[in-house]
């Protein structure tokens, strides 16, 4: 066992982090606050995505075959702690880099890789995640959006809700059912956000402007070639994905800059002298650095081609830990920070706040522990 | 960065395991406050197993690997001190080693025994005296821990100092503080979590209670925490990494603890039921190292200065 990066590791971070102080805005931190999924935000994402993609930078843990550069789980990881640390500046395109590449190149048809992969390596494709809806949020395999199939078309009606990006998505990874036997009968759908039927409706929100949104279908016709995977298959895919997505976000990385920043704020102040607030940092840097060697020891897995199992939500639950201590530690010791004084702790602050509930809630991480990873018997339902 | 365990380290567990297999379990009713075996600890002596930092191959996160499997057993083995301190300071140091900190005399001491080393951190130095008779004084039947525990009588005035700074002995002594409570929060897990799912009330195992699972799931978070931070520690032999370990161990001792016996009901409250063995050991390393505000405020000082 080794701890420290390699020195090929380190030289990778460090290219990563030369190109974004030399690439992102002066005024960088001041705009980032507008938020991952704002319109602002969105528009600058194109522009530097496609500035990551020409310098190699946006997905080289990718095959070569598709573009990337064939480098490993460990510098995948790197990559996303380097771009959450600095605020995410890939918008909401982080999501093509973390899953939705990796499932559509393990479950999406030839022509489907055809269309998306090349879109998603230029660096300007947006897309939006269509799971929860009002009466299915962590019972997800309640959905009811249905699609019947009518001739070479689904026809999809439904809602869909707390839906990010949706207000400038390009495509809608979207959930439907397609029969009533439960998680069988959930079908995945590549939705074009133009097409007609499809209305989206922006809800305010305390994360930040454009995040979360209403997604209504009435009468959408999708063709059946948009169909990702089998009927009935969404299930599987998604516990794919989902893997990737709860693993993909640095969170305990970008919660230990905001936490380290904090203390550099109290240090100045003369604050930090104190034992009591020494000590209530020291308690989030625990929880944070916990979570880090819990997620690396699941990039390790993946390194050694293992499979990644209900580990993946124990290492959530830590980040959610660790996120929540460090959220409260800056209100608790440096409230002027989400009153305008830091716009690096508030935009920490506002993504910090919904780790326990995106990509699966933290009560559903500990039963998938509890089940899982301790093999209780399980609840009667 | 590598954290998989190399052939050698997974031989070497697999040697522990077929090795302490005898002592592995113990049967109900016939538990004792502190378990101890004499020829568990010589067989692990001669098998070499609490010598395996200083191979070059090997290393400190073996120690730290091997210190958190035997913390698992029932029988409360000298490993931690013995396996990762004790190569800093003199590798043919009579064991058991007991590590205290200077001017702690009314605390009382894990495996201090006559023969045993006593290795004393001041604030500017390390020194070691060999524990005679008059040094040790019996803490008698009313000892709460499961650890084997006596009292020191006093530092005697002749001691051997040793060539190595105070604070890099509290980061070695902080790592393995959380190697061992890895173990034992391992076992304790394990322990509790077969009785809940076996347990039945209102016609159906108690672990099937949400009130339970959700806090179980905790541990299990925090366990592997405390894990992943003591293997850590051992390996960078950082400060600040060695004060966070111990400080997450220390706070994972606590809040388990309490839920581990919570869990068992009247049961956890028996010496019938083993899993006292491992949680009345957590409960002394909380107070190891001036507790969990001291880690805290070390891990401060060492991350930010």
Request: proline share 5%; charged share 20%; net charge negative.
């Amino acid at each position: 066992m080794n701890f420290e990066w390699t020195e090929e590791q380190a030289a990778f971070r460090g290219k990563l982090v030369d190109f974004l102080e030399a690439n992102l805005p002066e005024d960088w931190e001041e705009f980032s606050k507008h938020g991952p999924a704002s319109p602002a935000l969105t528009e600058f994402a194109r522009g530097f995505c496609r500035k990551l993609a020409e310098n190699g930078m946006l997905f080289p843990h990718w095959p070569k075959e598709i573009g990337g550069e064939g480098l490993g789980p460990w510098e995948q990881q790197i990559l996303a702690e380097v771009m959450w640390e600095y605020g995410e500046p890939r918008g909401g395109q982080y999501m093509n880099v973390n899953w939705i590449g990796p499932t559509m190149l393990k479950y999406g048809t030839e022509a489907q890789k055809a269309r998306y992969l090349p879109q998603i390596a230029s660096g300007e494709m947006l897309w939006c995640q269509g799971f929860s809806e009002p009466n299915s949020g962590s019972d997800l395999a309640s959905l009811r959006t249905r699609a019947e199939l009518e001739g070479d078309h689904y026809r999809v009606n439904g809602q869909k809700i707390w839906t990010s990006y949706a207000g400038l998505a390009d495509t809608c990874f979207l959930l439907t059912r397609t029969s009533d036997d439960r998680k069988k009968g959930i079908t995945i759908l590549l939705v074009p956000m133009d097409t007609p039927g499809i209305t989206v409706r922006q809800i305010p929100s305390l994360i930040g402007e454009g995040d979360i949104h209403e997604v209504f279908f009435d009468d959408v016709m999708v063709p059946v070639t948009q169909r990702f995977g089998e009927e009935g298959q969404a299930w599987e895919i998604i516990g794919y994905s989902l893997t990737n997505e709860r693993l993909g976000i640095p969170r305990y990385h970008l919660a230990r800059e905001a936490l380290d920043r904090a203390v550099g704020i109290l240090k100045e102040s003369g604050d930090f002298a104190r034992e009591t607030v020494k000590a209530e940092a020291a308690r989030c840097a625990a929880l944070c650095e916990a979570a880090r060697t819990a997620i690396y020891a699941i990039v390790q897995k993946r390194v050694d081609g293992g499979t990644i199992g209900p580990e993946s939500s124990s290492a959530r639950f830590a980040t959610v830990q660790a996120e929540r201590a460090v959220c409260e530690f800056v209100v608790e010791y440096v409230p002027e920070a989400l009153a305008g004084q830091s716009a690096f702790l508030q935009m920490h602050h506002q993504r910090g706040i919904v780790a326990g509930i995106a990509s699966g809630a933290a009560e559903i991480q500990l039963n998938i522990i509890a089940s899982d990873v301790l093999q209780l018997p399980r609840e009667p339902r | 960065m590598l954290l998989s365990l190399s052939d050698d380290q997974t031989q070497i567990l697999d040697f522990i395991d077929s090795l302490t297999r005898p002592y592995a379990s113990v049967p109900m009713h016939d538990v004792s406050f502190a378990l101890t075996s004499d020829a568990l600890d010589a067989e692990l002596v001669e098998g070499g197993f609490l010598d395996v930092m200083a191979m070059e191959e090997l290393g400190p996160v073996t120690a730290a690997l091997v210190v958190e499997r035997l913390a698992r057993l029932p029988f409360a083995v000298e490993a931690a001190a013995s396996a990762l301190v004790r190569p800093l300071l003199d590798p043919e140091l009579p064991r058991p080693l007991c590590l205290i900190e200077e001017g702690q005399l009314r605390k009382p001491v894990r495996f201090l025994k006559p023969g045993a080393t006593v290795v004393v951190v001041g604030e500017n130095g390390v020194r070691s005296f060999t524990a005679t008779e008059e040094h040790v004084c019996e803490a008698g039947d009313e000892v709460l821990y499961a650890y084997p525990l006596a009292y020191l009588t006093g530092v005697p005035d002749e001691t051997r100092t040793h060539d190595i700074a105070a604070e890099k002995l509290r980061t070695q002594w902080r790592a393995v503080l959380a190697a061992e409570a890895a173990g034992l929060l391992a076992a304790a897990l394990q322990s509790a979590t077969t009785y809940v799912s076996e347990r039945k009330q209102f016609g159906r195992p108690i672990a099937t209670f949400q009130a339970l699972r959700h806090r179980l799931a905790e541990i299990q978070v925090a366990t592997n925490g405390v894990y992943w931070l003591a293997l850590r520690a051992a390996g960078t032999g950082d400060a600040g990494d060695a004060a966070l370990a111990a400080l997450h161990a220390q706070e994972a001792a606590k809040r388990a603890g309490y839920d581990f016996h919570q869990f068992l009901g009247a049961m956890g409250m028996t010496l019938e039921h083993p899993l006292h063995l491992w949680t009345y050991r957590l409960k002394l390393l909380t107070a190891e190292l001036g507790g969990r505000g001291a880690q805290a405020v070390a891990a401060a000082d060492a991350i930010w200065g």
